[in-house]
Nanobody, 125 residues
Framework: VYVAESGGGLVQAGGSLRLSCVTS????????RGWFRQAPGKEREFVAGISMYDGKTEYADSVKGRFTLSRDTAKDTVHLQMNSLKHEDTAVYYCAVREVSGTYIPHVGTHYDYWGQGTQVTVSS
């Protein structure tokens, strides 16, 4: 399974970015997609996740109300709309795929099967 993120970049605090995650290979509409991030010197953390089965989403408390995750099942793609960005959102953002997940959206990285290479998001203060 191929997983690729795009849409990262440099933005000022208060600005917006839209990340996309496209997958190919043996993926199905029963998968879960998760976004994680890792800042320098910090542990990787869960940001948001979505069930490709029913569109249910879950968010980390730190991004609730600012980030929105959506799916396009026809294109096997998910989009993470990030608004009101803060300096502390600066990190490498990774997309992950968990196969045959149903409505379960893991918040733990080890519960995912495939990962992308990551895309850098830098928010200047």
């Amino acid at each position: 399974v191929y997983v690729a993120e795009s849409g990262g970049g440099l933005v000022q605090a208060g600005g917006s970015l839209r990340l996309s995650c496209v997958t190919s290979g043996r993926t199905f509409n029963t998968d879960a997609r998760g976004w994680f991030r890792q800042a320098p010197g910090k542990e990787r953390e869960f940001v948001a996740g979505i069930s490709m089965y029913d569109g249910k989403t879950e968010y980390a408390d730190s991004v609730k109300g600012r980030f929105t995750l959506s799916r396009d099942t026809a294109k096997d793609t998910v989009h993470l709309q990030m608004n009101s960005l803060k300096h502390e959102d600066t990190a490498v953002y990774y997309c992950a795929v968990r196969e045959v997940s149903g409505t379960y959206i893991p918040h733990v990285g080890t519960h995912y099967d495939y990962w992308g290479q990551g895309t850098q998001v830098t928010v200047s203060s």
